[in-house]
């Protein structure tokens, strides 16, 4: 199986290539739109600033390759804010691939937030053999309100996304990387995933 | 909801563990990267190492250990100790650190937290504050508590919030070392006057202490070093009882 990491230049990308190790699997970081149009499986990380990943994403022509990919997909934090129409953070638009604006967290809580979360309303195939209810790392200050296309919610404030999925695409607001054996657990499912994902979501 | 969380630190000395660390059943209890992994597999929520070697490879036996330890563990570390420019947490980062501390450099170049906030985004930039009572003022204090400045507690940590810091990590030098509890009274106006997390650190002896420094220094976490070193407490204990004194946790 052929895992390509999308490198464009935004944040720490060395936690899910060492968590993928630690599963047994190499994972390739790129750019290069061959290598990730062939992989198998593709995780678009992120961490930093909304509008400024996206300028990197626009100058590599990546905004472009990303949303027409035909394989699984995993966005993970900003990687899946970026997947969304627009973001609050920068006034920027995304790769508009989930139906969803992301916006700031309201001073009512403390921003960011920082630390492990439950994940609930768990409601596909990625969260094989996840528990209701299971906590995730999350660091962020931006967040996508709940939609159609959302399939596990936190709580922080208000009722959030903290996943959302539409065909291939999945995309996770915490760290699977960093959020212990739970964390692992959702990686491995994303790797088991096959292409045919008509019948993933549970609903 | 989002649960309080249990910061083991471990003090790093030229790449090794130092300061009372008496795990008998670790084979190499000088190893950080052991340690690390005993914690994380023992309900740690994430970690903290603060580096005091005074080496010219500090530099690079740090990147070294950072990129050891986030091939090894599978939840969040910080690392902390002498980094004082863009490039050292550049280095950092890129070896895996989820986020980086820092101290002197902040309050030497303020324009620091800026600059790192803008590049790398608040939430890896934690600004540690060490502060000591002088006279009923909190006074931030340099070099590991030993430099006093004029700098208070509370505007500095405001400045710090508004430079972009995405978390304080405040150690007060009256309770560290005491074992007595944590400064909770400071801790409480830490947290309500500021809009970060605020991690509480200095004088964890026993489990009250933790649930006192939630309870009532509304702290979102709590590090401590010996307790969980030499034992005293257990993270699942400490867990445990937290639990039931209704403060929420990840088990």
New interface residues.
């Given amino acids: 199986m052929k895992i390509v990491i999308v490198n464009y230049g935004a944040g720490n990308i060395q936690s899910i290539k060492f968590a993928l190790n630690r599963l047994g699997v190499e994972a390739i970081l790129t750019d290069d739109e061959t290598k990730i149009r062939s992989a198998d499986k593709v995780i678009f990380p992120g961490v930093g600033e909304a509008s400024s990943a996206m300028q990197k994403l626009k100058a590599s022509g990546l905004d472009k390759v990303i949303p027409t990919l035909k394989q699984p997909v995993l966005g993970i934090c900003l990687g899946m804010q970026l997947l969304c129409n627009t973001s609050e953070e920068g006034n920027t638009k995304g790769l508009g691939f989930f139906d969803v604006g992301v916006v700031k967290f309201s001073n009512s809580v403390k921003v960011p937030q920082i630390g492990w979360n439950q994940i609930q309303n768990l409601k596909s195939n990625l969260f094989e053999a996840v528990s209701e209810n299971e906590n995730m790392y999350l660091v962020h200050s931006y967040y996508a309100p709940l939609c159609k296309e959302t399939i596990a919610s936190s709580e922080y404030g208000l009722q959030y996304s903290s996943a959302l999925q539409k065909d291939n695409f999945y995309g996770v607001q915490f760290h699977p990387e960093k959020s212990s054996t739970a964390g692992e657990q959702i990686l491995k499912n994303f790797l088991n995933l096959t292409s045919n994902i008509s019948n993933q979501i549970k609903r | ?5 249990i910061i083991p630190c471990l003090d790093i000395k030229n790449g090794r563990t130092v300061k009372g660390i008496n795990f008998l059943d670790l084979r190499d209890a000088g190893d950080p990267v052991e340690l690390a992994k005993f914690y ?1 597999e023992n309900g740690a ?2 970690l903290v190492f603060l580096d005091i070697s005074a080496t010219e490879e500090r530099r690079k036996t740090l990147a070294d250990l950072v ?1 050891k330890v ?2 090894t563990i ?3 570390f910080t690392v902390g100790g002498g980094i004082s420019s863009v490039e050292d947490v550049e280095i950092l ?6 986020k980086v501390s820092i101290n002197s450099s902040a309050v030497k170049n303020p324009q620091l937290i800026n600059d790192l906030a ?1 590049k ?5 930039i934690v600004v540690a504050i060490d502060a000591k009572l002088i006279d009923g003022n909190w006074k931030v204090h340099l070099v590991g508590g030993k430099v006093p400045t004029a700098l208070d507690l509370f505007d500095w940590a405001k400045q710090v919030e508004k430079r972009g810091a ?2 304080i990590l405040f150690t007060s030098m009256d309770n560290d070392g005491t074992k007595n509890g944590f400064a909770n009274k400071a801790l409480k106006k830490l947290s309500t006057q500021l ?3 605020i991690i509480a650190s200095g004088g964890a002896g026993k489990i009250h202490h933790f649930t006192d420094a939630f309870n009532i220094g509304k702290a ?2 709590a590090l401590a070093a010996s307790v969980f070193h030499f034992k005293e407490i257990t993270i699942s204990e400490l867990k445990n009882e937290l639990q039931i004194q209704g403060i929420p946790v ?1 088990k």
């Fill in positions: 909801m989002l649960t309080k969380r994380s929520d994430e990129l986030a091939e599978n939840i969040p980062l890129n070896n895996g650190a989820d803008s790398f985004g608040s939430q890896c995405g978390e809009n970060i997390p979102d976490a990840r």
